[in-house]
């Protein structure tokens, strides 16, 4: 429930649900540290910034072969795909999850992330200017792996409305989606996701 509504919570919730049939002392750990993390951050909410403009922005992230000890693959290295949208200023959409085929480089990884992506952001565009009778601007789908976006470019983007925007990896917000992060980055990565606190 918990990784359905906070994006701060998706990897770690994944990651726990994931270690289910292997469970030990150090899971256990992991929970309670889950659950401090929470009481500590009853206030954070996802407000839609009153007046902003009707756009849609999206951060796509994959971390490569880091899911080693999965006991539903077990020695086969999986992949986690991330992304988050937002709409108005604020979180719509996001998911963090185990990739069901095992990429054999980074680049294969960050495109099943890219292509995940591109059926949920096409469905959302559809919904909104369906809903709200608009015509939105091209959506920003920000990706860290230049080869994937030229991949990507070159036999999708003509035909939907998304503008892939090369970002370094350092500032690349789905990260928080694929994997563990240090305090300090995902302090950073959390400011970016709850921007109104």
């Known amino acids: 429930f918990a990784s359905i509504l906070r994006p701060d919570l998706s990897f770690a919730v994944s990651a726990l649900a994931s270690a289910v049939g292997c469970w030990g002392p150090k899971h256990d750990k992991a ?25 849609l922005e999206a951060w796509v992230d994959a971390s490569f072969a880091n899911d080693i000890y999965s006991p539903a693959s077990p020695g086969r290295a999986k992949s986690r795909s991330g992304c988050v949208v937002f709409f108005m200023g604020a979180v719509l959409w996001f998911f963090s999850r185990r990739q069901t085929a095992t990429a054999v480089s980074t680049c294969e990884a960050e495109l099943a992330a890219l292509c995940l992506a591109a059926r949920g952001i096409i469905v959302i565009r559809a919904t909104i200017e369906y809903v709200f009778s608009i015509k939105l601007p091209e959506t920003h789908v920000h990706e860290d792996n230049v080869s994937t976006i030229s991949i990507f470019a070159k036999r999708v983007v003509d035909r939907v409305e998304l503008y892939l925007e090369p970002t370094r990896t350092r500032d690349q917000l789905a990260n928080a989606l694929t994997q563990s992060e240090g305090r300090q980055r995902h302090t950073d990565s959390v400011a970016k996701l709850f921007p109104h606190e």
Do not use: D, E, M, N
């Open 31 to 55: 929970v309670s540290r889950v659950l401090r993390y929470i009481k500590g951050t009853l206030g954070r909410q996802i407000i839609f910034r009153h007046g902003a403009p009707p756009t």
